[in-house]
């Protein structure tokens, strides 16, 4: 993520931003929004530290749906478990209007924590590759976990202010990108009421605790992993002129791939092309064989997408051609597209209508326009599986307001989600979060 320049223009709004604004949207009070959900953040906050000491790596989830399964059931849901896997759909039918989707995420990481909160997970487990880890909460979908629950529970008390359907999901497998096809594939639009209307928020490292930031329009990019296969003609260290060197070929690769965003693309686009891992070789004196590149390609828009994933395979066989490598070792590259991410993007109509009620209710110098980040959310996928689905997704800051005061003056930096030391102000992005997503799912439900 990349809106640290925004720093010092949100920590001067923030610490004059209003609890509670005086504007207010018809068919609720924002005071009244704001102590009901006071009165619960005890509550959710024991559930948040329950859940933080419990963390559950990406599609086995099973301790953290029971809980919100339970929780979903006791308030009046009609709760289905076990939808892709470890996924929780909890719907609360309040008559003809708007299927709103609202969407939690509730994987951790194979992260060592080192918080040192009193609260810090020292659960270990293994990834779905076998790799035995530590795990944490590392990216604060606990927070958005008890934020689920609070918006349950302010929905099903307020069932008489709005109408339609609410579809509430708790989805696995996020960080792997696994969860949201597989909850799509096990039948997510067809055996539950098929959304108008998708909304979701992510906690974030690059907001001060409490503040409000969206994307209008692209919010998170593509991201696709591409792994190439550059082969040569292997030999001698010492007679090169016997082999055809693919250490030598794969480095001009890398090089000439540097022009893809920086010569081919129009520059008020953006995209990276970034080769994360170059493999090749096992001595000092042998040309080897092969060599390997693992790319990462992200990007906005489908159509720029093609561009960078047919440039790299044209920008691979050329070099190739130019370094006299024979038709039959052309490097090999492999898009794993079942591993692609699509970008998520916010609708204007439901982003807009939104965040003039965020603006009422918050107040508008706690609601920032953020620039959309590269990294991938598969949220995206909603959107995707349904044409003409109204989307959203939007960040609630959690860097706690004295650490963000701090490296404002130069003190630590920040440490960004996915961090060992990432430890949100987790009663600030609930309280917030649970306000902001029921202000949100009113707005469409009270929609005629
Ligand atoms: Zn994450
Ligand atoms: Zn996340």
Redesign the pocket.
Known sequence: MRHIFLAALLAAAVVTAPLVPAAAQPGHAPAELGQAVARDLPELMTLYRDLHAHPELSMQETRSAGLLAAEARRLGFTVTEHVGGTGVVAVLANGPGPVLLLRADMDA?PVEEQTGLPFASNVHGTTREGLATAIMH??G?DTHMATWVGVARRMAAMRSQWHGTLVMVAQPG??TSQGAKAMLEDGLFTRFPHPTHAIAFHDSATLPAGMIGYSDGPALANVDSVDMLVRGVGGHGAAPNTTRDPIVLAARIVTSLQTLVSRELDPLDSAVVTVGSFQAGTKHNIIPAEARLLITVRSYTPEIRRQLLDGIARIARGEAIAAGVPEDRMPVVTVREAEATPATVNTQALTHQTMDRFRAHFGAQRVQLTRPVM?GEDFGRFRLASPGLESLIFWVGGVPQARWDAAQNGGPPLPS??SPFWAPDAERVIATATEAMTVAALGVLQRR
């Open positions: 990481l590392a990216c979908h996020e960080e990294a989600l996915h």
